[in-house]
């Protein structure tokens, strides 16, 4: 994939989601989500994290997805550090709000480092944290 990567998540050691993120002028987008279904696209791809993150900073679009409307907004809430079993980060804490015309919702905090990605999120109650990375 040029210009861009996939973000593989695994359970029980297979890939079960897979996310293709593709760089551009302003930011990295959101191409398309690969299920085991097969790939959908994102129609336009999503801005998911602009080139310059500030606190404060919010951002939004919109696209079609498996025949619907979806929308993403995002708000930088500042500058946390975060400790995961892959190390200790100092990450942009983003609150992500994703939602769907079917009525769909879902707000998670998300911890970015910028040249690395997301760290960590929360789901609930608990921390998902990134447990291994190689240096490309």
Request: glycine share 14%.
């Amino acid at each position: 994939m040029e210009g861009g990567y996939r973000l593989a998540y695994r359970r029980d050691g297979k890939v079960f989601r897979e996310d293709r993120l593709r760089f551009g002028a302003e930011g990295i987008y959101l191409e398309g989500v690969a299920l085991p279904e097969g790939f959908f696209p994102f129609v336009p791809p999503l801005l998911l994290y602009p080139k310059r993150l500030v606190p404060g900073a919010f951002w939004s679009g919109n696209a079609r997805f498996q025949e619907q409307r979806v929308a993403l907004a995002v708000r930088v809430e500042g500058v946390e550090g975060v400790r995961v079993p892959a190390g200790r980060f100092n990450a942009y804490r983003l609150r992500v709000a994703f939602t769907t015309e079917r009525g769909g919702a879902d707000v998670k905090l998300l911890y970015l480092v910028p040249g690395l990605g997301v760290v960590a999120f929360r789901a609930g109650e608990g921390l998902v944290g990134l447990v291994r990375f190689s240096a490309p």
